[in-house]
């Protein structure tokens, strides 16, 4: 997830994100019952699950423990990645990776939509420290790379909220935990990797990909940015070679005329997505 874009003008071109990521089937209704009583009698197989590799969280035939440095990156800075409930179900996630290069301490987990000192103690605590920061955009978020701490020196903690950014949006305003620490944005992050998952502008990247980028900066050290994107670049790469295809921002979809779902009716929805458009013509 970008942080340079305020977040409700990322919000409004998001809304349909998990619409766009889900599919839906829908039964054809004309079939006739004795068909239908014929399959019923037929003996179920169960399904078993395919074998899942304990590091990278990867199905065994396509683990990426390779790519992963072959020990845990000695990080002084603390990750606590918030994630919505929803994040879990989904095949192509960034999170696993990024836990799977870091030391177990160094990158905690918790899972939910609310958060609350009595629920989550230890977070709870975190988010009290003077030393956390709290990444995600907005009017009142400083640039990271501007702040004149020495992160190397004194550990800090960094909050990441891992979601769709409507989600990620709703968790910020519902928890008044996570309003608590600093808040800070990346000014500037390169282009997304995460090819096989569509977000709303093309300066918006994957929770792995921020976490590069900011570990990268307080800890002084640019080749953490590259370790920790090596196995996101081999994740892609390999669904492509396997019949995914690039998926463009809708930033980018709308720009040159290939966005094909139907545009907000809200003018003023409307006019904020035409002016973040024209900004980036600028």
């Given at each position: 997830m970008n942080s340079q874009f305020n977040e409700d003008t990322v919000e409004e071109m998001n809304e349909d994100d998990d619409e766009d990521e889900e599919e839906t089937t829908e039964r054809d209704e004309d079939g006739d019952d004795e068909g239908f009583s014929v399959l019923s009698d037929l003996p179920v197989e169960k399904s078993e699950r395919r074998p899942t590799c304990r590091r990278c969280c990867r199905p065994v035939k396509v683990c990426l423990c390779p790519y992963l440095p072959p020990r845990p990156l000695d990080v002084s800075t603390s990750l606590y990645v918030v994630q919505h409930p929803a994040e879990e179900s989904r095949v192509l996630r960034t999170v696993p990776l990024l836990a799977a290069c870091l030391p177990p301490e160094k990158c905690r987990v918790f899972i939910g939509r609310r958060f609350s000192e009595e629920r989550y103690p230890e977070l709870a605590a975190v988010c009290k420290d003077a030393r956390t920061l709290l990444l995600y955009p907005g009017p009142n978020a400083e640039n990271l790379e501007d702040l004149s701490a020495d992160f190397t020196t004194t550990p800090h903690n960094v909050i990441l909220i891992d979601g769709t950014w409507s989600q990620a949006k709703d968790m910020f305003l519902r928890n008044a935990l996570l309003r608590t620490p600093r808040q800070v944005q990346l000014r500037s992050a390169p282009s997304s990797q995460y090819v096989i998952r569509t977000q709303p502008t093309n300066m918006c990247v994957s929770t792995l990909e921020c976490a590069a980028v900011t570990l990268s900066i307080m800890e002084k050290n640019h080749s953490i940015q590259e370790v920790l994107l090596k196995p996101l670049?081999?994740?892609?790469?390999?669904?492509?070679?396997?019949?995914?295809?690039?998926?463009?921002?809708?930033?980018?979809?709308?720009?040159?005329?290939?966005?094909?779902?139907?545009?907000?009716?809200?003018?003023?929805?409307?006019?904020?997505?035409?002016?973040?458009?024209?900004n980036q013509n600028i």
């Open positions: 670049q081999a994740l892609c790469s390999f669904q492509l070679q396997h019949g995914a295809q690039v998926h463009h921002s809708k930033e980018h979809l709308i720009k040159n005329g290939q966005y094909n779902k139907v545009m907000p009716k809200n003018k003023r929805k409307i006019r904020r997505m035409q002016k973040l458009i024209a």
